[in-house]
């Protein structure tokens, strides 16, 4: 809510929050979702905690839309950050399962090969720059380095 200093200006100032206590003192009780406490849980835990976290969004900016208290609206910051924590850690688990399930195998998804750079990628490999050609090959056994007995 934004009110007019005086009649003859019109620059705007914020109105004073009822609450105006600390914002860590308001937070403090408030549950917050630990990335730790989500990797110990299974994958349709975390869904559901996500579709959870989602309705209470919904709630919250409800709330902010028929004017809600400041502690709801400073409260939308905290659950959305908790979705990304919650997605973050799933995605997590769905990427070390597709690498669990391509290991050993000849082709690997195009998401999970190193990225490096493209000039990288492109290059060849170390056994494929020192192949020999098989008359590369018969030439160097036949015809070897030269040893000498005196060094300079």
């Known amino acids: 809510a934004l009110k007019k200093r005086d009649p003859g200006s019109s620059q705007l ?13 308001r937070f403090a009780n408030m549950p917050r979702v630990k990335a730790y406490e989500l990797r110990s849980k299974t994958s349709k835990e975390l869904l559901t905690e996500l ?7 919904a709630q919250l900016r409800v709330a902010k839309v028929s004017g809600g208290a400041a502690s709801k609206l400073a409260k939308i910051k905290i659950v959305r950050k908790a979705i990304a924590r919650i997605l973050t850690v799933y995605n997590q688990k769905q990427k070390a399962e597709a690498r669990k399930a391509c290991k050993g195998k000849k082709y ?17 490999k170390v056994e494929q720059k020192f192949m020999k050609t098989p008359r ?10 030269r040893r000498f007995a005196v060094t300079m």
């Open 136 to 145: 590369q090959k018969t030439k160097s056994s036949n015809f070897p380095m």
């Open 13 to 25: 100032s914020p109105a004073p929050l009822a609450d105006a206590e600390p914002a860590r003192d």
């Open 108 to 124: 690997v998804p195009l998401d999970l090969r190193p990225k490096k750079t493209r000039a990288i990628r492109r290059a060849l």
């Open 51 to 57: 579709d959870e976290q989602k309705a209470e969004l």
